[in-house]
Every structure is written in structure tokens, then in C-alpha cells.
């Protein structure tokens, strides 16, 4: 077994969709980033490599390559999981926190478990909203930041 953490942070833009573990949220600020700025599943990607000992996020998609422009979040996760597969790993669970002070999450938690686990196929996908409590910047809406805790194996 072999455990990585992972953590992103955007900052909140007028003018981008917002979009957390592949879920459109209807909020006026969406984050800003060269992909589709999805932190939650960015962290979930750099635990994941972590784990591997893989590298982290930028390394696999560069930020400076134009084929990562608007991309899907997701896709680069179905990417990053064929990646361990091909060295002979399985994901076998996620731990995720999305720290916010808007939008409230707590009614797309389920649904950005469930397109993570569709995403890595099945494994367990914990996903947790917080607030910052109006402390800092994420406190101050800034950005929306998230953090990840996986875990795999080597497979047998």
C-alpha cells in the first residue's frame, strides 16, 4: 500500500465556469486556470501521483501546453489513473476536501463522488465541503482551494 497527498488552489474569476470534481456549479465566478481549473480533482490527481511517486499535476499536463486549454479536469484524471495502472497500480480509495466560502457545497457533494468514481473506476470516493470561515483569503472568497488523500496498491 502507498498513500500520497494532493492540494490546489484557484483563484475565483468573473467569466469562467465553476467547476469542482466535474460538476457545473451555478455561481457568478468560476476559477481561473489554463484547464478547467477543477482544484478538487487536481488534488485528487497529484494525490494519485504522489502515491506513485509519479511526479505531480504539472508535470503530466503543463500548464504552458496548449492541448490542456479548457480541458476537462476529468479527463486528465481517467489519464492520470491509466497512468498508474500502466506501473502497476490500483487506486483503492480517495479522501477529498473542498474548502470554500461559496458557493455552499453541500448539495453537489454526491454527485462529484460519484463522476470521481466513474472517473477511477471503482474505488471509494469520499468528498467533503468546508468553509474557511470567512479567515484569509479563501475566507474572503478569493479562490476555493482542495485538498486529497489517496491510497493504492500494487497490483498482484
Aim: aromatic share 2%; charged share 20%; hydrophobic share 45%.
Amino acid at each position: 500500500m502507498r498513500v500520497g497527498i494532493g492540494y490546489d488552489v484557484h483563484p475565483l474569476a468573473p467569466g469562467r465556469p465553476l467547476v469542482l470534481g466535474g460538476v457545473r456549479i451555478d455561481h457568478p465566478k468560476g476559477l481561473d486556470g489554463h484547464s478547467d481549473a477543477d482544484v478538487l480533482t487536481h488534488a485528487v490527481i497529484d494525490a494519485l501521483l504522489g502515491a506513485a511517486g509519479l511526479g505531480d499535476i504539472g508535470t503530466l499536463f503543463p500548464a504552458d501546453d496548449p492541448k490542456y486549454r479548457n480541458a476537462s479536469s476529468l479527463d486528465m484524471l481517467r489519464s492520470a489513473t491509466a497512468l498508474l495502472a500502466k506501473s502497476g497500480y490500483r487506486v483503492v480509495n480517495v479522501d477529498s476536501t473542498v474548502i470554500a466560502q461559496e458557493p455552499r457545497l453541500h448539495s453537489h457533494l454526491a454527485q462529484m463522488s460519484a463522476n470521481l468514481v466513474a472517473a477511477l473506476g471503482t474505488v471509494d470516493v469520499n468528498v467533503k465541503g468546508k468553509s474557511p470561515e470567512g479567515l484569509g483569503a479563501l475566507g474572503q472568497g478569493a479562490g476555493i482551494a482542495a485538498q486529497a488523500v489517496a491510497t493504492i496498491e500494487e497490483e498482484a
